[in-house]
């Protein structure tokens, strides 16, 4: 990751074309996901002499990039989208689209059978009307059914095409919350300043806002290079697999692994931290997996019992698992030096201890395995949402066992939770888990089933990985030196908020429908390009009650992927 970073201050693109509002904010913006770099550290380094006075900041950003050939019919859409004109349409096409409730449950049956998918006919007779020229212009194919993959195809065909996405489910509103909504949840109501209801910002934002944008560009006469393909699963709430799944598969199919130029997907948004504003768009995702543990021995009444039950070994196998917690470390592909790296050199209350080590570990080679990552763990006292950022965390969550006072309990399970840091892998755990299962198995004259296939057996202690099982998502490359997916990125979002604004690498807790796409390019960012410095419920309350989104920033977004797709068409790249 570091050594990706730029050392010079090349600018990888044409200067400014025409001007745009730049927005000066100290607001805390709070990101899309869980991604919180919460509490800061109390040691608030005032701007000093940087560290190592001869090495230039690593952290250079582009300046803000504007598409180099732009015509009136263009420049003239750019600016329409900042008019009230624009805001009082994009507000009714948003709050049309949060009315139709796409639910997705989590005992969905398949898909033409389950009659609750059907709410997804409604949805795309809405866009069809919604955005004609966008209908009339795009070949439209249907996969799965509800699956929407919208091809406008460029002009040049040895480009590799720039995908954008978003899905069209939103979680549901369990019906006893509803009375607790501020205005109701798929009522889309506008109260001057937010679109309420669920999905509003979770995301029939992003996907309204990408499909504005072409019907926009389309208006302008716009003619690509590059193909632009649209592709909007329908159940990403509940794992993406009918949607994603198989779009991703028929993408790949089509343009081949490593056949596309970029992808945009729902994800992280803006933040502020150290004193400045950050846009942190997602290039890591941890991976994960549930283990389940099984423990069978030998029942009988209690009158009589044996010394240990069922429960008792368990208890002792948990409490040997919560006495080792996973290692806090930075692998040297973590975004998160490229974040640090980027506070060092950008934030004024970046602490001067991070900066230390910080300057001390890029001067260093490889970081040595064996060794106390003494930067992540200065890091990690910002708290948990940062340390598991660096950590592979467990949590053990359900436990069952044992069934009637007066019986001892012939089975107990229990299942471990884990998000799987950048360097760890599923597999680490499982062994890391065998391996303290096994002195108890022996001591109990239990048989060991170690992920071998066995789920339960008689008279033995089993562990067995659940089928959500994920590796780490690869880490997208995030050069700033060359004309990368990234610098393009980087230089449109510098362009549309002002250079306040710095790019930094940013990391996901939790997964977007992406996981399905990862041979099909390197290059996926996780990113809601939408921003309003003044408020801090830009993104507010995704997944709960009062979900609503500023319509300040759904326009930005509006603006971002108008630039964006104009920007990657222009983009020395394949
Ligand atoms: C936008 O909507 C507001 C509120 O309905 C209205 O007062 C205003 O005239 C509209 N502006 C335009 C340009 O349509
Ligand atoms: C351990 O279990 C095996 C069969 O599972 C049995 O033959 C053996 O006697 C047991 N040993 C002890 C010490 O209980
Ligand atoms: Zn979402």
Not at 243 to 268: M, P
Not at 317 to 327: C, G, H, M
Not at 432 to 441: D, E, G, Q, R, S
Request: net charge negative; aromatic share 8%.
């Amino acid at each position: 990751m570091e050594k990706s970073l730029p050392t010079t201050e090349q600018a990888p693109q044409a200067p400014p074309k025409h001007h745009v509002r730049r927005t000066v904010s100290t607001v805390l913006l709070v990101a899309l996901t869980l991604y919180l770099l919460a509490p800061l550290l109390g040691d608030s380094a005032s701007r000093d002499v940087p560290h190592h006075a001869t090495k230039k900041a690593s952290c250079v950003q582009p300046p803000p990039l504007f598409p180099a050939t732009t015509d009136e019919k263009l420049s003239r859409m750019y600016d329409f989208v900042g008019t009230e004109a624009f805001k009082n349409a994009t507000i009714i096409r948003h709050s049309g689209a949060v009315k139709i409730d796409t639910s997705s449950f989590d005992d969905m049956g398949p898909v033409g059978e389950d009659k609750r998918w059907d709410t997804r006919y409604a949805f795309h007779d809405y866009l069809a009307e919604t955005f004609p020229r966008l209908h009339k212009g795009l070949k439209l194919e249907k996969v799965n059914t509800f699956g929407l993959l919208y091809t406008w195809k460029g002009s040049d065909e040895s480009l590799k095409p720039l995908v954008l996405m978003s899905h069209q489910d939103v979680v549901p509103v369990p019906a006893s919350t509803v009375d607790a909504w501020t205005h109701p949840p798929f009522s889309g109501h506008y109260d001057g300043r937010f679109i309420w209801g669920r999905g509003s910002s979770d995301c029939k934002n992003q996907l309204v806002a990408e499909m504005e944008t072409v019907e926009l560009l389309l208006e302008a006469d716009y003619k690509p290079k590059r193909t632009v393909v649209l592709s909007f699963g329908f159940d990403e709430e509940i794992s993406g697999r009918e949607g994603a799944g198989s779009l991703a598969t028929f993408l790949i199919d089509r343009y081949g692994k490593d056949g596309v130029a970029a992808i945009v997907d729902e994800g992280a948004g803006f933040s502020e931290q150290w004193g400045q504003v950050f846009a942190l768009p997602g290039v890591a995702e941890k991976g994960y997996t549930d283990v389940h543990i099984t423990v069978r021995y030998p029942g009988g009444h209690s009158s009589i019992p044996t010394d240990h039950t069922s429960i008792g070994i368990l208890s002792e196998l948990i409490s040997k698992i919560e006495a080792v917690q996973y290692r806090t470390y930075l692998a040297d592909e973590s975004p998160m030096l490229g974040l640090m790296q980027c506070g060092a050199d950008h934030a004024p209350d970046f602490p001067k201890t991070l900066k230390k080590l910080l300057g001390k570990r890029s001067s260093s080679a490889k970081t040595c395995k064996a060794k106390p990552d003494l930067l992540a763990l200065e890091a990690a006292k910002m708290g948990r949402p940062v340390k598991y950022l660096m950590q592979t965390s467990q949590a053990v969550d359900v436990i069952e066992g044992g069934v009637k006072v007066n019986a001892l309990p012939e089975r107990t399970t229990v299942t471990v939770n884990h998000r799987i840091n950048i360097g760890d892998a599923p597999e680490m755990v499982w062994h890391h888990l065998t391996a303290l299962a096994k002195p108890i198995a022996e001591k109990y004259n239990l048989t060991l089933h170690a992920f071998d296939g066995t789920k339960e057996a008689p008279l033995s202690i089993s562990l067995s990985p659940s089928d959500t099982t994920l590796k780490v998502a690869p880490v997208t490359p995030t050069e700033l030196d060359v004309i990368s997916p990234y610098s393009i990125l980087a230089g449109t979002t510098r362009a549309v908020y002002g250079e306040e604004i710095v790019v930094a690498p940013g990391m996901m807790t939790g997964n977007t429908d992406t996981r399905y796409y990862w041979p099909i390019t390197k290059h996926i960012f996780r990113f809601g390009p939408g921003y309003d410095p003044t408020t801090d419920a830009g993104l507010g309350n995704i997944h709960t009650v009062d979900e609503k989104v500023s319509v300040a920033n759904h326009i930005g977004m509006v603006k971002w992927f108008t630039l964006f797709v104009q920007n990657m068409d222009e983009a020395a790249l394949e």
